[in-house]
């Protein structure tokens, strides 16, 4: 069972079946289903007034027409929360590593905003391609500047997440490895390597977490803009 | 959490094909949760009983009877012994990441767990306190339309009485009113009457007076000089002769 560096990005296979449906469902098993009952125990509760807060917090400034997207984010964020957390245990697979799931993700929803945009008021959506109080002389740079953001957004949340999960991820390993290696060599820099990856691992988690949160954010954001 | 996956497979292998029906009777024995949802079974007041935070009481139950209070740590070191020496499984560079973040996971789970079952078992109290206060405020509301309700009852026994005294009140009113008629009729009367007599007073008097009158005047008239004189002369000598006796008088 040698690790390299790789294998925690492979997708994971038992022999060579792809297990990449398993990755993505069975988070869902620690999740508590909805009951009926009129009080649960700690951690429903818990995550049940957690998850009413966020979504007042993201769905305020948004009008009625937004909140029919409330499930989609809310269940958006649980997903990418718990794909990202449960990454940080040691021998896991993240599927949110691999472009293919985030960007899967953020392509459909960004241009599902977009195109509600121009289809409630195409006026409105094409004068975000240029801010208000521009000088004449920069219009027409201007126009290519956001049009040429306004394309790219997919590719940035998509990317973003993951490749912050990957860096994480890889800069855990090769510290990790690094302590591994020096224990034997230099004991003392290896404490020090040893501290270091303690405080990266509370730096990933807290990545983990605020990686999810701006990526449905950004969404409910572009949004916003066009609702 | 893994009952969920049990229970899913669970009910798509019961009607799937032609073991299903025979599983679901063959394994009836098994079975340990109540068969029915209602009424709802309640939910147990504390967790299962953990050592460790990770291995279940049972578990060390289970092996008492044979190994012991040693055995499962025997077992668990043994396993990992085994594990090791037989290159199953690999100290790398994983092993390191698993100790760091096992400590991470374990100190979180020490300083925040009393907190958070605080702040989760707040909000339950929250929620049981809405409840209790629904309750309670429909029951007080209640309790005071009983004694809303009560009281006019009561209120109806009194009005008996209340008609009696307002009864007393208005025959009162009618006597007062009564007297004060008559009390004024015999003053208009008496006042009509002391008139007449007070005309009649003043007739006599008058008359009198003028009878008087007229005698004095015919007397008077009726008197001669010659009378007179005589009067006069008369009154003198007997006030001379009196002037006399008075002095002899004196003089004794």
């Known amino acids: 069972m040698t690790v390299t560096l790789f294998d925690q990005f492979l997708s994971p296979t038992l022999f060579k079946m792809p297990l ?24 429903l509760s818990v995550k049940k007034v957690s998850v009413s807060a966020l979504t007042k917090h993201i769905f305020q400034p948004l009008g009625p ?15 990418l929360i718990t794909l990202n957390v449960l990454g940080l245990l040691p021998y896991t697979f993240t599927p949110t590593t691999q472009l293919s799931l985030t960007f899967s993700l953020a392509l459909p929803l960004w241009l599902a905003t977009v195109l509600i945009g121009f289809r409630l008021d195409p006026t409105r959506a094409l004068a975000h391609m240029l801010p208000q109080g521009t ?60 501290a270091l990856l303690g405080l990266l691992t509370l730096l990933e988690i807290a990545v983990a977490v605020i990686q999810a949160y701006v990526f449905v954010l950004l969404l409910s954001l572009y949004l916003l803009e066009n609702v | 959490m893994l009952s969920r996956l049990v229970l899913l497979s669970a009910s798509s ?34 967790g299962g009983k953990v050592r460790h935070g990770i291995f279940p009481e049972e578990f060390f139950q289970l092996l008492y009877p044979k190994t012991g209070v040693t ?38 789970v020490k300083k925040f767990g009393p907190g958070f079952a ?46 009696d005294a307002k009864r007393n009140n208005v025959a009162m009113l009618l006597e007062t009113n009564m007297r004060e008629r008559l009390h004024m009729v015999t003053n208009e009367v008496k006042r009509r009457l002391d008139y007449q007599i007070a005309l009649q007073n003043l ?45 002899a008088q004196a003089a004794a």
């Open chain 2, 71 to 108: 055995g499962p740590y025997m077992l668990g070191t043994g396993l990992l012994c085994y594990l090791l020496s037989k290159e199953i499984y690999i100290v790398n560079h994983e092993t390191i990441y698993a100790l760091t973040i096992g400590g991470i996971i374990v100190y979180c």
């Open chain 1, 65 to 79: 027409l937004g909140h029919k997207w409330a499930l989609m984010f809310v269940s958006l964020f649980m997903f």
């Open chain 2, 118 to 163: 605080e702040f989760a078992d707040k909000i339950y109290e929250e929620q049981l306190a809405k409840a209790e206060a629904a309750k309670e405020s429909s029951i007080s509301i209640l309790a005071k339309s009983i004694e809303a309700e009560k009281k006019e009852q009561w209120r109806v026994e009194g009005r008996g009485l209340l008609f």
């Open chain 1, 135 to 194: 000088p004449p002389l920069l219009i027409p740079v201007l126009i290519i500047i956001e049009t040429i953001s306004v394309m790219i957004r997919p590719l940035a949340l998509a990317v973003r997440l993951m490749a912050n999960l990957t860096a994480g991820h890889l800069l855990i390993h090769l510290i990790s490895t690094g302590v591994f290696l020096l224990t034997s060599m230099m004991p003392m820099t290896a404490i020090l390597a040893l």
């Open chain 1, 20 to 43: 990449i449906a398993i990755a993505l469902v069975s988070p869902w098993l620690l999740h508590h289903v909805v009951t009926t009952r009129f009080s649960s125990e700690r951690l």
């Open chain 2, 203 to 247: 007739h006599r008097r008058m008359q009198q007076e003028h009878m008087i009158n007229w005698v004095e005047k015919s007397v008077v008239s009726s008197i001669t000089p010659q009378q007179e004189k005589e009067s006069i002369a008369k009154c003198i000598a007997d006030l001379k002769a009196l002037a006399k006796t008075s002095q």
């Open chain 2, 13 to 46: 292998l019961k009607g799937s094909g032609p073991i299903g029906a025979g599983v679901v009777q063959a394994t009836r024995c098994l079975r340990t949760s109540s068969q029915s949802l209602a009424p709802v079974p309640p939910l147990p007041e504390e």
